[in-house]
C-alpha cells in the first residue's frame, strides 16, 4: 500500500469520525435547547481552533490573535444576520480574511515571541476601538437577532446546532483536503525549513499570507456564529483570554493533526461547563497548556488515535486467532 492510499484511507477515517460523532451530538440534543447550546459553543470553537491551526500548527507560528478576528468577523455580518444570513456570514468571511492578512503582515519579519506580542497589541487595539465607537455599541454591547439560513431557524437552538456543525465538518474536510494538497506540504516545509522551501521554488511571503488569511476567514465566521449562539454582541467578548483559549485548544489537542482543534475545544467546554467560572479560569487554561507542551507535545489527538489503532490490531488479532482455531477444529473433525 503506498503513502498516499494511506493518507485517503487515513482521511476517510477522519471524515466517518466526525461525521458519527456528528450525528450522535445531533440526535442527543433533541429537545433539549441548553444542551444544543452547548454543543453548538464546541463546534463554534472547533471551527476557529481549526483555522488557527494553519497559522500554529502548519506555520509554527505563534498568534494569539483569532479574537480580533472573530470580533471583526462578528461585527462585520451582525448587520445583515437578521435580513440576509447567507450574506451576512459571507461579509464576516470576507472582513476576516482581510483582518488575517492584517494579522499576518508582521509574520513576514518576525516570528516566534515577537509575532505573539504583536498580535497581543492587535488584540487590545481591536477590543479598545469596538468598545470606544459608539455605531458598535460601545462597552454596553447589542443585542443580535438572526434569521434564517438555508431554511433553517437561526433563532431555534437545534437549526443553529445542525448550522455549526455543517460548518465544523466543512472545515475540517478543508483542513484535510488542503493537508494532503501540494498547498498544504508547501505551507508545512515554509513552517519546518523557510530557506529549504525557498530553494523549492516555494514563497514564503505568499505561504504566510495565504495561511494567516484562512485562518482569519475561519475565525470570522466563528465569530459572527459566536454572536449568534451567545444572541449578544460586545467587545469584551473576545478578549487576549479567548485567543489564549483557542491556541491551548490546538495545543493540548494536536497540532498539525486534523482532528486536534475539536479534540481541545471539547476539553475547553467540558472545562468550562464543569467548573465554576472565575477570574483564575484563563490562569488555569494557560497553565495547562504549558503542561500540555511539555509532557505531551504531540497533543492528545495523536495519543488517541494510537489507542485506537492498537485496540483495533488487537481485536483484529484476536478475531485472526478464533477464525484459525475453528479452522483447526473442523480440519480435525473432517480427519477423523
Known sequence: M???????????????VVAVVMLVCALGARSQPYLATVIATFAVYAIVATGLDFVVGWLRQISVAPAAAMAVGAYAGQELVADHAFLA?????????????????????????????????????????????????????????????LGLDLADPEHLLLICLGLLALAILTYQLLRGSVVGISWRAVGQNARMATSLAVDPVRVRLRAFALSGLFAGVGGLLFAIVGGYLSPDQFTFGLSVQMLAMVVIGGRGHPLGASVGAALIVVYQQVLPTTNYNDIVIGLVLLLAAWFAPRGLAPVLQDVVLRGLRAMSAIAGRRRGADHVDLAGGGSR
Request: proline fraction near 3%; charged fraction near 10%.
Open 2 to 16: 503506498t503513502i498516499r492510499h494511506r493518507g485517503t484511507i487515513r482521511g476517510t477515517g477522519y471524515v466517518a
Open 89 to 149: 456570514f459571507v461579509a464576516a468571511g470576507g472582513a476576516g480574511l482581510l483582518a488575517g492578512l492584517v494579522i499576518g503582515l508582521p509574520a513576514l519579519r518576525v516570528s516566534g515571541f515577537a509575532l505573539a506580542v504583536y498580535t497581543l497589541v492587535l488584540v487590545l487595539a481591536v477590543e479598545l476601538v469596538l468598545g470606544s465607537v459608539p455605531y458598535f455599541g460601545g462597552t454596553a454591547g447589542r443585542a443580535v437577532v438572526a434569521g434564517s439560513l
